[in-house]
């Protein structure tokens, strides 16, 4: 089964809104990534993060890589229509381990 | 730089046959990683491959299987296909093994009938 959660499990905002949503963990993770899936398509790697307290921006998005290890957060800022999507959360607990998914934060933004 | 493709894109099977799906990785990437994507269970890891050795296999019945050649396109096999198999299939491609920064193919939606 699914080791990681993600809060919330959907989001409906206006656009230019900020959003949060996280990524939690019973378990230590070396690994964190995240990712935006739209309809028809693969994921797409937004930001990969390696270390503890690690703060890496995309553009309008940035993620955290949580300092005990068990969790991650990801922002976007002024949200805009084409940042409707899924956005899943993955980790991996090794470097020899497979990459684990969350279940996702469906993200739909009101024009 | 061409994506990773994956072949075909959409798939309709019976109870009880097998399937064979394709995928290209980007040029120079030698790790494809499989995953099988549903409503209910989201995305979940089948196996990697890197250089036409299994590296890394997920909790899936033998009934799935898969191999890379030396070109690093791979193919997944499933046989004896059951409802539940009903999926999104999805590739992924990564230069180096484990596949920390992966890039996904759009996938074969696979329907058993």
């Known amino acids: 089964g699914q080791q990681l959660n993600q809060s919330p499990q959907s989001m409906f905002i206006q656009e230019g809104e900020d959003v949060s949503m996280n990524c939690t963990s019973s378990?230590?993770?070396?690994?964190w990534l995240w990712y935006k899936q739209d309809p028809g398509e693969g994921p797409v790697l937004l930001i990969a993060?390696?270390?503890?307290?690690e703060l890496t921006s995309n553009g309008r998005l940035t993620a955290q890589f949580g300092i005990t290890r068990k969790d991650s957060f990801l922002n976007i800022s002024a949200s805009i229509p084409s940042d409707v999507g899924i956005y899943f959360c993955?980790?991996?607990?090794?470097?020899?381990?497979?990459?684990?998914f969350g279940p996702g934060t469906s993200l739909s933004v009101i024009p | 730089k061409a994506g990773v493709t994956q072949t075909p894109r959409y798939l309709i099977k019976t109870r009880g046959q097998q399937v064979t799906l394709s995928c290209s990785p980007i040029?120079?990437?030698?790790?494809v990683s499989w995953y099988q994507q549903t409503p209910g269970q989201g995305l979940q890891f089948l196996f990697e491959?890197?250089?036409?050795?299994?590296?890394n296999k997920g909790n899936f019945p033998g009934r799935f299987s898969g191999r890379q050649f030396s070109n690093s396109r791979s193919e997944m096999n499933v046989s004896t296909l059951e409802l539940g198999d009903s999926a999104l299939y999805l590739c992924?491609?990564?230069?180096?093994?484990?596949?920390?920064?992966?890039?996904f193919g759009q996938g074969t939606r696979l329907t058993v009938v």
């Open positions: 992924a491609s990564s230069l180096r093994a484990l596949n920390t920064e992966a890039f």
């Open positions: 378990s230590i993770f070396n690994t």
């Open positions: 993060l390696y270390k503890a307290g």
């Open positions: 993955a980790g991996l607990r090794t470097s020899y381990d497979k990459v684990i």
């Open positions: 040029s120079g990437h030698r790790s």
């Open positions: 491959y890197f250089s036409e050795t299994q590296r």
